[in-house]
Structure formats: structure tokens, C-alpha cells
């Protein structure tokens, strides 16, 4: 189990794809910010509210910088290793086989959680906007319905019984996918500029409000920093824990690198420099919601704060009713611009939402079936889950399986419960990625590489610690579904996916870059048996 699959079998499939280096520091850090930008600030400012109050701010910042250091560890990795698979494939090559399965199975928690997060974000938007318009959908279809197992699971509403409108995208996506998309560069070019003019426009029109309101800002933490080990998920720390989503997607500079020209000196400008500029724009959208409209966490009788996301939280804001405070909206930046009068812009900001959105959807869900693709290939999930649709030529089987999967959690979940389950993955698998990082410069010195992350045993040290730290900063939920989650796949690894390896049977497949490829001949190792060979 701890066999690795070899870096030069990997390597061997990237050197036949030769690509023109291109990009300079400007188009890597637009690339950034486009990839970053969009489903964190417009979905979870509700919930950060509810769990930091105005100290969300503070969250911002700590979840960016947390992003910077484990950025530039995985741009080495992504620069040596330009290969689909993600961080499956990089720890496969350095860390081995059980460390590769446990983090593509975390990867189905950040993709396809991650995925049911946007939809229900969408669904919110798009509910929003048509209430603003007059026309209302039956609540019961908005919202899953109210549930509590123990401190293990809770959400949805009361009345509730399916978020259909999170279904409906979700579903639509999952054809688009199965029927086979090239995402135009050109749409997602006009689909960035819409998520950043809604964004600014949010801004310029907030901005000016906060000197007239200094009050809003008062209590600034009222919960506090946050105890990692109460398991409450609040304060600071644990709205830091769930804003984290809102960075997720800089890995799109990273894996840019073999097309960049001077990657030593472009790729850590791209990577902080969109960082820091989403960072900013996170944190003057933030400090425009609270300076407009106020985001103090929401209190039952006895000032005990609600939690985010249950159920009481969820029946304390119907029975508020209209203007009911920012922690519950669905639709948060909409929401405050209708709240201020300005209704059009509100609206305005809304459609830019649910018009950007479902690409967010559908590239999470994409990248969600390409590491399940390469698993399969692996050997390590049953081989049918990589078939490929005879007319399309799409891994149609795994890409229903994960659309089955988003849609019944994006069904009944709320989208701050599914963000942290989502970023509970994401956490595990940017600290191997960190890990991978220092024991390659030990295990292999000598291997080329494009970037080399820039004191490598001071930052990827500070990854670690800073995902260790926002891991635990999640609520008890969260991190037993992670532990749940991770005690299924090694049941599965060690049933099925340890004794059908194909680097156990001694075969490596080098069909890393062919994305949509079906699987092909693969190569044997050297002095290898034939993998029909069952001796």
C-alpha cells in the first residue's frame, strides 16, 4: 500500500503534450481571480455573519493566506506533474498508493460537495430573484427538509422537502457533461467580467454607507475568536474554516505553469497576486455588507447565538419574516442592496449570480469525474466507472454517478453545512499536497522543476499547520463526516482497490492528459508479469 506509481511513467505522458509558453504575470493573476472569485463571497457571507459577526473580515484574510502558502507548494508539484488528477495523482507519485486513495477520496468531498454548495447558492439567487419579481416558488421546493441526526447532521427548514431548483441545475449540468462541452474561453472570459462588475457594483454602492454607520461594526468579534476544540465551529477560526470555499480554484494558476513563461518568477505573481487582490475585494464586499446593513450573528432569547445553518436558525428567520437581518439571506450581497434601496442593482446582482454560477457548477463536477476517471484507470475503483459513452466519448457512468450524488446533497442540505463538509476534503488534501512537496526534494533533488516553491521547509511547514489549524476550526459535524467519510474509503481500498492496482499488477497507465480518452494499451513495467498473469 505504499508503493508509488512511478513519476517517469507520468512524466513520459506530459512530455508527448508540448505546449507554447505564453502567459505572463498579468494573464496569471486575471486567471486567478477568475477561477477564484465568485461562489465564496456571493453564497457564504450569510454564514460567516452568522458565525464571526463583522470579525468575518479577520476570517478573509486568515483563509487567504492559508490558500497563499499551500498555493505555492502545489505549484511546484503542478509544474513537475502537468497531468489530470489533481492532487491524487501528485501524492500517488510521492507518497504512495494509500496516501493517493485517501486524498482522491477527499477529493469527492471537496468536488462533488463542492459542487452542491454552488447549486444551493444558486437556487437561493435564483429564488431571490424571482420573489423579486413577483413570482414565488412554493417554499417547500426551496428548501430541503428540517432534520437532526445527534451532532452528526442537521439542516433544511421547516415546510421544506426538496431545494428543487439546486436539483434542476445540477441535473442540467450533469447532461451538459455527459453530452460532451468544450468550455469556450471566450464565454468564460464575459462569465468572469460579469462576477467582477456585480462585485464591484456591490461595492461602489455600499462603501460610501459605512462612515454613517460606525455601529454596525460593534461588537466587532461578538463570538469571539473560536475554540478549535469545542467543536462548535464559531468565532473567527471557524468562519475562517468555512470561507475557505471562497478561495478554492487558484489551483487553475497552478496547473497553468508548463504554459508560462518564466514560471519561477510568473507563477508565484499570478498566485499571490490574484490572492491578494480577491482578498481585497472579499474584504471591501465584506465591510460594505456589514457598514450597509449590519451582520451580527442572530440570538435566541437567552443570547445564545443560533448555529449556522440549523434548523432553529433556519425557523427564527420565518418567523422574522421581511427585513429579517443578513444571516438569513440566501442571496446575502442581493439581499443588503434591496434591503438599502436599490431593488434594480439588487436584482442586477442577483441575475449576475445565477447567470455565473452554474459554470462553477459545472467545473467543479468536471474536475469531480476526471479524478474518479483517473482512479478507475488506476485500478483502484471498478473498472465500469471509466467506461466511456460509445457516441460522446465522456466518462458518462462516474460523471451520473457524481451528478446523482451532488444533486441528492444539494437536495437537502444547506449550502454553509455542505461548504464545510466540502472544505474538510480540500484541507486533507492541500496538507499532502505540502507534505509531497518537502519529501520529493529529499526523495528525488535532482528532478527538474519548472517552479520550485521558494523556501519550501518554512512554507509547506506553514501549509500544514494552517490547514491542520482550519481543519479543526470546522464544527463537530464536519470534521465526523470527514473521519466517516475517510474510515469508508480505507474499508474500500482495502476490499477492492489494494488487490486490483494496477501498479500492484505491475501495469502503468500513461493516459493522464487524455482527459476524455477511453482507457487504452498500457505499458508494463519493466521485468513485469503479464497482468493476466494472476501468479
Known amino acids: 500500500m505504499w508503493r508509488t506509481k512511478p513519476l517517469d511513467a507520468i512524466l513520459a505522458t506530459a512530455e508527448k503534450k508540448s505546449l507554447k509558453r505564453s502567459l505572463g504575470p498579468f494573464q496569471l493573476t486575471m486567471l486567478g481571480i477568475g477561477a477564484v472569485i465568485g461562489t465564496g463571497i456571493f453564497v457564504l457571507t450569510a454564514t460567516a455573519a452568522q458565525k464571526a459577526g463583522p470579525g468575518m473580515m479577520i476570517s478573509f484574510i486568515i483563509a487567504g493566506s492559508v490558500c497563499a502558502v499551500a498555493a505555492l507548494c502545489y505549484s511546484e508539484l503542478a509544474s513537475m506533474v502537468p497531468v489530470a488528477g489533481s492532487a491524487y495523482t501528485y501524492s500517488y507519485a510521492v507518497l504512495g498508493e494509500l496516501m493517493a486513495w485517501l486524498v482522491g477520496w477527499a477529493l469527492i468531498l471537496e468536488y462533488a460537495l463542492g459542487a452542491s454548495a454552488v447549486a444551493v447558492g444558486w437556487s437561493g439567487h435564483i429564488v431571490g430573484l424571482l420573489d423579486s419579481l413577483g413570482m414565488h416558488l412554493p417554499h417547500a421546493l426551496t428548501v430541503g427538509p428540517k432534520m437532526s441526526f445527534g451532532n452528526f447532521l442537521e439542516g433544511g427548514e421547516p415546510g421544506g422537502i426538496l431545494n428543487l431548483p439546486a436539483v434542476i441545475i445540477t441535473v442540467a449540468v450533469t447532461a451538459l457533461l455527459i453530452i460532451g462541452t468544450n468550455e469556450s474561453a471566450t464565454v468564460n472570459a464575459i462569465l468572469v467580467a460579469v462576477k467582477v462588475a456585480a462585485l464591484t457594483l456591490f461595492i461602489v454602492l455600499t462603501l460610501p454607507m459605512i462612515t454613517g454607520h460606525p455601529e454596525h461594526f460593534k461588537p466587532f468579534a461578538p463570538r469571539g475568536w473560536g475554540n478549535p476544540l469545542d467543536g462548535k465551529g464559531v468565532g473567527v477560526l471557524g468562519a475562517a474554516a468555512s470561507i475557505f470555499f471562497a478561495y478554492v480554484g487558484f489551483d487553475a494558476v497552478s496547473t497553468a505553469a508548463e504554459e508560462t513563461k518564466n514560471p519561477q518568477r510568473n507563477v508565484p505573481i499570478g498566485l499571490i497576486g490574484s490572492l491578494l487582490i480577491c482578498t481585497l475585494f472579499y474584504l471591501l464586499a465584506a465591510g460594505g455588507a456589514i457598514g450597509a446593513f449590519g451582520a451580527q450573528p442572530l440570538a435566541d432569547a437567552n443570547g445564545v447565538a443560533y448555529a449556522a445553518g440549523s434548523p432553529e436558525l433556519a425557523q427564527r428567520c420565518l418567523e422574522i419574516g421581511a427585513h429579517a437581518?443578513?444571516?438569513?439571506?440566501?442571496?446575502?450581497?442581493?439581499?443588503?442592496?434591496?434591503?438599502?434601496?436599490?431593488?434594480?442593482?439588487?436584482?442586477?446582482?442577483?441575475?449576475?449570480?445565477?447567470?455565473?454560477?452554474?459554470?462553477?457548477?459545472?467545473?467543479?463536477?468536471?474536475?469531480?469525474?476526471?479524478?474518479?476517471?483517473?482512479?478507475?484507470?488506476?485500478?483502484?475503483?471498478?473498472?465500469?466507472?471509466?467506461?466511456?459513452?460509445?457516441?460522446?466519448?465522456?466518462?458518462?457512468?462516474?460523471?451520473?454517478?457524481?451528478?446523482?450524488?451532488?444533486?441528492?446533497?444539494?437536495?437537502?442540505?444547506?449550502?454553509?453545512?455542505?461548504?464545510?463538509?466540502?472544505?474538510?476534503?480540500?484541507?486533507?488534501?492541500?496538507?499532502?499536497?505540502?507534505?509531497?512537496?518537502?519529501?520529493?526534494?529529499?526523495?528525488?533533488?535532482?528532478?527538474?522543476?519548472?517552479?520550485?516553491?521558494?523556501?519550501?521547509?518554512?512554507?509547506?511547514?506553514?501549509?500544514?499547520?494552517?490547514?491542520?489549524?482550519?481543519?479543526?476550526?470546522?464544527?463537530?459535524?464536519?470534521?465526523?463526516?470527514?473521519?466517516?467519510?475517510?474510515?469508508?474509503?480505507?474499508v474500500f481500498y482495502f476490499a477492492y482497490g489494494f488487490w486490483n492496482s494496477h501498479v500492484r499488477r505491475g501495469v502503468v497507465d500513461v493516459h493522464e492528459l487524455d482527459d476524455d480518452a477511453p482507457p487504452g494499451s498500457v505499458a508494463p513495467m519493466p521485468g513485469a508479469p503479464s497482468p493476466t498473469d494472476r501468479t
Open 325 to 490: 437581518p443578513l444571516v438569513c439571506s440566501k442571496e446575502a450581497l442581493a439581499y443588503v442592496l434591496r434591503e438599502v434601496s436599490h431593488p434594480v442593482f439588487g436584482n442586477l446582482v442577483a441575475l449576475a449570480a445565477t447567470i455565473a454560477l452554474p459554470s462553477v457548477v459545472l467545473l467543479m463536477m468536471f474536475g469531480q469525474t476526471r479524478v474518479f476517471f483517473v482512479m478507475a484507470r488506476d485500478g483502484l475503483l471498478p473498472t465500469a466507472l471509466s467506461a466511456v459513452h460509445p457516441k460522446f466519448r465522456t466518462p458518462w457512468a462516474i460523471t451520473l454517478v457524481t451528478g446523482v450524488v451532488v444533486a441528492i446533497a444539494a437536495a437537502f442540505l444547506p449550502v454553509g453545512t455542505l461548504a464545510d463538509y466540502s472544505n474538510s476534503g480540500t484541507l486533507f488534501a492541500f496538507a499532502a499536497v505540502s507534505l509531497g512537496v518537502m519529501v520529493l526534494r529529499f526523495t528525488d533533488p535532482k528532478r527538474h522543476r519548472p517552479f520550485r516553491t521558494p523556501f519550501v521547509f518554512v512554507v509547506a511547514p506553514l501549509s500544514i499547520l494552517g490547514c491542520v489549524v482550519l481543519f479543526v476550526s470546522l464544527d463537530d459535524k464536519s470534521r465526523i463526516l470527514f473521519y466517516s467519510w475517510t474510515a469508508i474509503g480505507l
